[in-house]
């Protein structure tokens, strides 16, 4: 079998990535179109994305915002349709959209939990449903899905996510068995901590904080969005063409680390 050329993994393909603003969404939005892909970035806020699309036309890329809450369905397909319309094809999703705060569960409100859910795991269908109707169609695609290792690990002060993000999983693999043998591939990628302004606020907002979350990575260091990015771009490329309903993680093996008992010549 040839192995595709990795300096074009996406040219004459089309992506949409939601939450593609900031943070590790704008890093994939960026890396796609390096590769020569076409990229529809989606938010709610029109700034942001404005600021993606400028990095990447500077770049000699090409990319268009859209804006889009992910909680409205009938909005989601439409955008996603208009896409579909405008260039003839969809060939990538990325799930980036993404809502989370720390909080006790019970302190937690009825509202928080329904702001996440609807944002995380509600938009997440959305736009999978919306997209995939145009890949199944096709006969080929990629969904890649932007969650967290407490999905499965659990961590405290962050039930609202990790329940929305398990549904994600769940979903994920459900749907790669569901569509495996029509083309189109669904994954999920599980960043750890990462340099991004968003997440920072939300989860370590402050020095200390910082300090503890750096410490609870084997790797002694946050990831870079790039480094995501990269390897989101394995996920969503045709290097990936035999891998779907899988879980990568990228995180200098923290969620690895946490074990009960601890060898003091691993931090040496």
Not at 76 to 101: C, S, Y
Not at 136 to 163: D, E, F
Not at 168 to 185: C, D, K, S, Y
Not at 249 to 265: C, E, I, N, P
Request: aromatic residues 6%; negative net charge; charged residues 20%.
């Amino acid at each position: 079998m040839k192995l595709p050329d990795l300096s074009d993994d996406f040219t004459d393909r089309v992506a949409v990535v939601t939450g593609g603003g900031s943070g590790i969404g704008r890093a994939i939005a960026r890396r796609y179109a390096a590769a020569g892909g076409t990229v529809y970035v989606l938010g709610r806020r029109e700034e942001p994305l404005a600021e993606t699309v400028g990095l990447i036309t500077a770049a000699g890329g090409r990319a268009t915002l859209l804006t889009c809450d992910v909680r409205d369905a009938a909005r989601v397909t439409e955008v996603i349709d208009g896409v579909a319309e405008a260039e003839g094809r969809v060939d990538a999703l990325v799930n980036n959209a993404a809502g989370n705060f720390v909080v006790p569960g019970e302190e937690l409100s009825p509202n928080g939990w329904k702001a996440v859910i609807d944002i995380v795991l509600n938009g997440t269908f959305y736009a999978t449903r919306a997209a995939a109707q145009h890949m199944l169609a096709a006969g080929q695609g990629s969904i890649l899905s932007v969650i967290a290792t407490y999905a499965w690990h659990g961590h405290p002060g962050t039930v609202h996510s990790a329940a929305a993000k398990g549904g994600v999983v769940a979903m994920t693999r459900t749907l790669a068995v569901e569509w495996a043998a029509r083309g189109v591939r669904l994954n999920c990628i599980a960043p750890g901590p990462t340099e991004t302004e968003g997440a920072g606020q939300a989860l370590w907002g402050s020095d200390a904080a910082r300090s503890r979350v750096q410490a609870s990575v084997p790797a002694g260091r946050f990831a870079d969005p790039a480094e995501i990015a990269e390897s989101a771009a394995f996920l969503l490329s045709d290097r990936a063409a035999y891998v779907t309903g899988e879980v990568l993680v990228v995180d200098g093996a923290q969620w690895l680390g946490k074990s009960v008992y601890t060898d003091d010549r691993a931090s040496s």
